[in-house]
T-cell receptor, first 110, second 112 residues
Framework: NAGVTQTPKFRILKIGQSMTLQCTQD?????MYWYRQDPGMGLKLIYY???????DKGEVPNGYNVSRSTTEDFPLRLELAAPSQTSVYFC?????????FGEGSRLTVL | GEDVEQSLFLSVREGDSSVINCTYT??????LYWYKQEPGAGLQLLTY?????DMKQDQRLTVLLNKKDKHLSLRIADTQTGDSAIYFC????????????FGTGTRLKVLA
């Protein structure tokens, strides 16, 4: 019973590098979300998707991109990493009730 | 705009009751949630309350909802050291998609 799986768990990037955070869910959920968590700031929504092929911006989308080619996968791409993107990133999915979270990906940009 | 507010820290002694408070702004929220985050882990659903309820009890947990004041609270009876975690209040609303708005989280520290 995997639920929501994120990789990698930890990553250190240099300024200007690019990377993709992977997220996959096996619950056949239509709704998927990417959040970032900064200390004392709660969770901020980066991007969300209501189904395969449909994505939209959340509160803090700048510097990120997403795609949703399948129901299961919702990768988050950072094109030009900046120190302000140092954070813990959470992927989540739902069908409108409980929101299921992955374990998180801790990203440090130096 | 929508906003969910919580105090950042709470410290209690083992065996005491903990009360974590939350205020929200979206009166159309159908459900209100409490999530628990242990160190280094993702958020897990602790309990929830439907918006037409005033109270929900689930073992050591009691959720109180005051819709008039848009105030939600989580009471943990007989708090244990294993309850030390960050607790997030969240509301859900629907506007083309399901939007979950989270509070800042309350870090609960249980002293032995």
């Amino acid at each position: 019973n995997a639920g929501v799986t994120q990789t990698p768990k930890f990553r250190i990037l240099k300024i200007g590098q690019s990377m993709t955070l992977q997220c996959t869910q096996d619950m056949n959920h239509n709704y998927m979300y990417w959040y970032r968590q900064d200390p004392g700031m709660g969770l901020k929504l980066i991007y969300y998707s209501v189904g395969a092929g449909i994505t939209d911006k959340g509160e803090v989308p700048n510097g990120y991109n997403v795609s949703r080619s399948t129901t299961e996968d919702f990768p988050l791409r950072l094109e030009l990493a900046a120190p302000s993107q140092t954070s813990v990133y959470f992927c989540a999915s739902s069908e409108g009730g409980e929101l299921f979270f992955g374990e998180g990906s801790r990203l440090t940009v130096l | 705009g929508e906003d969910v507010e919580q105090s950042l820290f709470l410290s209690v002694r083992e065996g005491d009751s903990s009360v974590i408070n939350c205020t929200y702004t979206d009166s159309s929220s159908t459900y209100l949630y409490w999530y628990k985050q242990e160190p280094g882990a993702g958020l897990q659903l602790l309990t929830y309350i439907f918006s037409n309820m005033d109270m929900k009890q689930d073992q050591r947990l009691t959720v109180l909802l005051n819709k008039k004041d848009k105030h939600l609270s989580l009471r943990i009876a007989d708090t244990q050291t294993g309850d030390s975690a960050i607790y997030f209040c969240a509301e859900i609303s629907f506007s083309g998609t399901y939007k979950y708005i989270f509070g800042t989280g309350t870090r609960l520290k249980v002293l032995a």
